[in-house]
């Protein structure tokens, strides 16, 4: 277990349009590191537990660690606009189990804009899955630019749906101007290795006192075509640019 200068867990939201398997990369995480870190997790639905159930019917954590959060609304509105009971959610777990090292904190599936306020989490993944298309990770939208990870899911799936994983990737990395990608399928042990050392360096420098939450904003920059000036119009906030920490072990 890390040293600790943080006195509370790290909290690391996980995002994306329905689908893309943000509760099994979840699972995946919880079964990866579990022997090694203290993890909870709080799920969001909008009226059912079916993403707490799911995870505790795998077996991946003691059922007590994973608690469902019902949102009532639109999730985003969950973990952007009022993060109330999320945030009670993280704190009661965290004060049930202390001390935990990590809570993973699970949106319900949204759209491209949805992205956590940094006062719930720390740092957040962004999931995107080549079921939903090659060209997805063009289309851009906070999560996709600005998460602190994006995440191209289910790899192994690319043959099947006519998807070029390196142009994807590519697509991404284009949108994120640095930031990290990272292509998984739970089958490819180097790309679980990946995201695992990704989340250990994140969790160091948290532990350490050099993570600072940047609020990917909800609503990315964007460009008129016609406009001879190309004028950028955003929202006028949430123009963080990353921490620039935790590139993917090659």
């Known amino acids: 277990m890390p040293d600790r200068i943080s006195t ?10 329905v689908g893309t398997g943000k509760s099994s990369l979840i699972a995946l995480l919880c079964r990866e590191l ?5 993890l909870g997790v709080i799920t969001n639905d909008i009226y ?3 993403d707490a159930r799911f995870l505790r019917s795998a077996g991946v954590l003691d059922p007590e660690r994973i608690r469902a959060v019902e949102t009532g609304a639109c999730p985003h509105t969950a973990i952007r606009d009022d993060v109330t009971a999320n945030l009670l959610a993280v704190e009661d ?3 049930d189990f202390a001390p935990l090292d990590v809570v993973l904190v699970e949106s319900g599936g949204d759209n491209l804009t949805a992205t956590f306020s940094p006062a719930l989490v720390d740092a957040q993944i962004f999931v995107l899955d080549v079921a939903g298309g090659g060209d997805v990770a063009r289309k851009g939208g906070p999560g996709i630019a600005r998460a602190d990870l994006l995440v191209v899911n289910k790899t192994d799936l690319a043959p099947y749906v006519g998807v070029d994983v390196p142009q994807m990737v ?7 101007e640095g930031r990290p990608v990272l292509a998984l399928s739970r089958t490819d042990p180097v790309s679980v290795a990946a995201l695992c050392a990704w989340v250990r360096s994140v969790l160091a420098e948290h532990t350490g006192g ?4 940047v609020d990917p904003g909800p609503m990315a920059p964007h460009f008129h075509a016609e406009d001879d000036h190309a004028h950028g119009h955003g929202d006028g906030h949430g123009h963080g640019h990353g921490h620039g920490h935790a590139p993917i072990p090659q």
Request: charge should be negative; hydrophobic fraction near 40%; aromatic fraction near 0%.
């Open 93 to 95: 777990l965290e004060e």
């Open 34 to 38: 579990s022997g090694e870190l203290a």
């Open 170 to 176: 590519a697509d991404g990395q284009a949108a994120r």
């Open 8 to 17: 509370r867990a790290l909290r690391l939201g996980v995002a994306g349009p």
């Open 48 to 50: 059912t537990d079916e």
């Open 210 to 213: 050099r993570l600072v939450p």
